[in-house]
C-alpha cells in the first residue's frame, strides 16, 4: 500500500505517526493537507541504514558519523544537510532533512519493506497526538488508507538535533539517556 502513494497510521518508536513513502511526493503532499500542516515545516525521515542517508544526498561528516553511531538507532531525529532539488518537497527549501532510525525491531521490519518513510505525529498540527487508533481514526477516519493498531502508546516525540559544521545542536527535547552519548561536537 505505501508503494503506491497510500497512507497510514502505525505505532512508531515514539508516538503513532500517519506514514507514506519518503520517496512520494504525491504522499508527502497528502500527509501536509490532512495534518493542516505549515508547509515550511519539514517532515522527519525514518530510516534503516547509512545507505538510506545517501540515498537522500544526506551530507555527514565521519566525525558526525561516529558521534551517530552512538545515539542510532534510537529516539533521536538528525537534521542534515541534504541540498539536492529533488527533495524540494521533503526539505521545504531549507536544504536540510531530519531523519531518525528508529530502534523498534518491528518498525525496522516494516521499514525494510516500504523503504524511507515520512512519519510526522497522527494529528492534525496544533492537536495532541494520538495514543491510539480510535483517537487516529477519529482525526483523520476513512481518508487513511490503513491503521496499524499498537495498543496505547503515550510516548513522547523523538529528540531533535541539527548537526552541521562540526556541532550538535539540540532542537528539541533530549532524554537523559541521549545527553550522555551525545557529545557535543561531532
Known amino acids: 500500500m505505501i508503494k503506491n502513494n497510500e497512507l ?6 515514539t508516538l503513532y505517526g500517519l506514514v507514506g513513502s519518503a520517496f512520494s511526493p504525491k504522499a508527502v503532499e497528502k500527509i501536509y493537507q490532512l495534518k493542516k500542516r505549515d508547509p515550511s515545516k519539514p517532515l522527519i525521515v525514518l530510516i534503516t541504514s547509512w545507505l538510506d542517508l545517501e540515498k537522500f544526498g544526506a551530507e555527514i561528516s565521519p566525525a558526525g558519523k561516529k558521534n551517530l553511531k552512538k545515539i542510532w538507532p534510537g529516539p533521536v531525529s538528525v537534521i542534515l544537510p541534504a541540498k539536492n532539488k529533488k527533495f524540494t518537497y521533503l526539505h521545504r527549501g531549507t536544504q536540510t532533512i531530519a531523519f531518525r532510525w528508529p530502534r523498534n525491531e518491528q518498525l525496522q521490519k516494516i521499514l525494510k519493506k516500504t523503504g524511507p518513510l515520512v512519519a510526522p ?18 482525526y483523520f477516519g476513512r481518508k487513511i488508507d490503513f491503521y496499524k493498531n499498537g495498543g496505547k502508546i503515550t510516548g513522547k516525540p523523538s529528540t531533535l538535533i541539527k ?12 532524554p537523559l539517556d541521549a545527553k550522555k552519548k551525545i557529545n557535543r561536537r561531532a
Open 8 to 13: 497510514g497510521v502505525i505505532p512508531t518508536d
Open 163 to 174: 548537526l552541521q559544521n562540526g556541532k550538535i545542536e539540540i532542537i528539541r527535547g533530549c
Open 121 to 138: 505525529s497522527a494529528n492534525p498540527e496544533g492537536l495532541p497526538p494520538a495514543t491510539t487508533v480510535a483517537e487516529a481514526k477519529k
